[in-house]
């Protein structure tokens, strides 16, 4: 089963940077897509930003142009560039990925999270 874990939360002030790092436990094929969540007290997870198998990438609106989304595969790790923090940005980010669900029985894995605090 692979295992994600995320790392490079913390505690920021407004306008400050934070780079999340995702790393997979293993090698993961068929991925169909890897993507950063969040979730802020009593808020419903959303989605932050999402790059496909194929490099494409979406991000949501409240994040564009601040955040960035990349990968790299020989270090089975994805990374969340976020700058310009804002403290609506404050919630726990989680990492995400969904693969082959007629191959893989571990086709949408979580991590346990990361805490971001944007202080104003």
Do not use: H
Request: glycine share 10%.
């Amino acid at each position: 089963q692979v295992q994600l874990v995320e790392s490079g939360g913390g505690l920021v002030q407004a306008g400050g940077s934070l780079r999340l790092s995702c790393a997979a436990s293993k090698r993961i094929f068929s991925i169909n897509a890897m993507g950063w969540y969040r979730q802020a007290p009593g808020k419903q997870r959303e989605l932050v930003a999402e790059i496909t198998s194929g490099g494409s990438t979406n991000y949501a609106d409240s994040v564009k142009g601040r955040f960035t989304i990349s990968g790299d595969n020989a270090k089975n790790t994805v990374y969340l560039q976020m700058n310009s923090l804002k403290p609506e940005d404050t919630a726990v980010y989680y990492c995400n990925m969904v693969r082959d669900s007629e191959i893989y029985s571990d086709y949408n894995v979580w991590g346990q999270g990361t805490q971001v605090t944007v202080s104003s």
